[in-house]
């Protein structure tokens, strides 16, 4: 019996055992690693207690245990010793920058067998995609962040432009024109600009734009420094004229780190529209601020981009087909829209699944939920330190106009295309 025949045959059972009468046998037992759990901790805890309790009332005939491991290097470290060791593991909370590595190490069990009609018609593809490596996907999506344009509507007000929706979304000169607007002085002195965002070597805020033209980073394989082509190239120097031809953003734009460019926006109000992630939203809610959320601005590829993190459940190969198969029905489960209605405020960032949309609770959340849709996830690449120093730099260098984008893009090509070369031998 093939592995595809064994995997339906147990999944069938799993299934079995969630809707029929009990029988006589021990419980399936899987163990559930969770970054940042502790019981009866946090609120996140207290959900994750409470999406098991969920899960096993489900499937009476598996038992969860939850182990909970912190943020931290010595959380990574515990993790790293469980799957060397390959026991007392089936499930796990795995970043992108990871999931591959571990793929390619032989850890996980691929989802190819696992995924019905329904998710595959479900969950995003592009979420899929993000996590396929050698012909096989290798994590459950759960969530997603899309970055967007947070914008102070009092100002918008004040200078008669008007707010795009996400549904017809604006163009990038409807964009242009709009922060030109919104670059003004106000009456009692205060230079406002248009737009700005932060630019720190491990945050750039300003990334969804790097797709706008139809260019990329890296190819979809990951093989492949793209981002000296023309569709890129012609997306980064948009970014620059911001500063050296429109002048519609501070003096500091390119250089002013996240928390810097945060106060510009919320304290002092002399930016109009500021690219932040939506973890953001509370802070400014929490002060009252006039605040809409914006999509992305449409480029030359005439289609809505976003981009942002992606959390994702891997799966453990183990000899035990009955614990892996239970393990991927946890996988399944908690990326799902039931969990979300069953356990409110589980869903702390926009779902991967068409069918979840419990993050939508309000219109600003409404819109990140939208975008997700649209999200582009760059094939993971852990980016050696030198290499980021030295990408970083090159970015810089354009928005400061040192270099043309094609002349910054054409001088790090080979250094990053080496370290691409390396990572996939």
Request: aromatic share 10%; glycine share 8%; no cysteine.
């Amino acid at each position: 019996m093939n592995r595809r025949m064994t995997f339906i045959i147990l999944l069938v059972v799993v299934m079995a055992l969630a809707v029929g009468p009990a029988v006589a046998q021990d419980p399936i037992r899987i163990v559930f690693y969770q970054r940042g759990y502790v019981e009866g901790g946090d609120t996140s805890s207290i959900n994750t207690d409470l999406a098991i309790a969920a899960f096993e009332e489900r499937f009476p005939k598996i038992d969860v245990e939850i182990v909970g491991i912190p943020w931290t290097a010595e959380g990574t470290a515990k993790l790293e010793a469980a799957l060397a060791a390959g026991t007392d593991i089936n499930i796990f909370r795995v970043t992108n920058t990871d999931v591959i590595r571990y793929a390619r190490e032989g850890i996980l069990s691929p989802l190819d067998d696992i995924l019905t009609e329904e998710d595959l018609a479900d969950i995003y593809p592009a979420g899929l995609k993000a996590v396929t490596d050698g012909g096989s996907i290798w994590a459950w999506p759960l969530w997603a962040t899309a970055i967007p344009i947070m914008a102070n509507t009092e100002y918008f007000e004040m200078r008669g432009v008007e707010l795009p929706t996400v549904e017809e979304g604006w163009t990038w000169d409807e964009f242009v024109e709009a922060a030109k607007a919104l670059t003004f002085v106000r009456e009692d002195g205060l230079q406002v600009y248009g737009f700005s965002s932060s630019f720190d070597i491990d945050f750039v805020g300003i990334e969804p734009l790097y797709y706008i033209d139809g260019g990329r980073v890296r190819s979809a394989d990951g093989k492949t420094f793209v981002q000296n082509s023309p569709e890129a190239v012609s997306a980064l120097q948009k970014i620059a004229d911001l500063a050296l031809v429109h002048r519609v953003v501070p003096p500091d734009f390119g250089q002013a780190k996240q928390l810097i460019v945060r106060g510009y926006f919320k304290d002092t109000r002399t930016v109009a529209m500021f690219m932040e992630p939506p973890g953001f939203i509370p802070d400014l809610e929490a002060a009252e601020f006039p605040l809409a959320i914006l999509p992305v601005p449409i480029g030359d590829s005439g289609q809505p981009v976003s981009t942002g993190g992606i959390g994702l459940y891997a799966v453990v190969d183990v000899a035990d087909d009955e614990a892996e198969a239970a393990a991927h029905e946890l996988g399944r489960w908690l990326t799902g829209a039931e969990v979300a209605e069953l356990v409110p405020g589980y869903q702390l960032a926009p779902s991967m699944r068409a069918s979840n949309n419990s993050y939508a609770t309000d219109e600003k959340r409404a819109v990140i939920n939208a975008m997700v849709a649209a999200n582009i996830f760059e094939f993971p690449f852990a980016i050696p330190s030198e290499l980021k120093a030295n990408y970083y730099a090159a970015l810089q260098s354009i928005i400061l106009g040192q270099q043309t984008a094609q002349e910054a893009m054409d001088a790090i090509a080979p250094e990053y295309q080496a370290a691409l070369d390396e990572a996939n031998q």
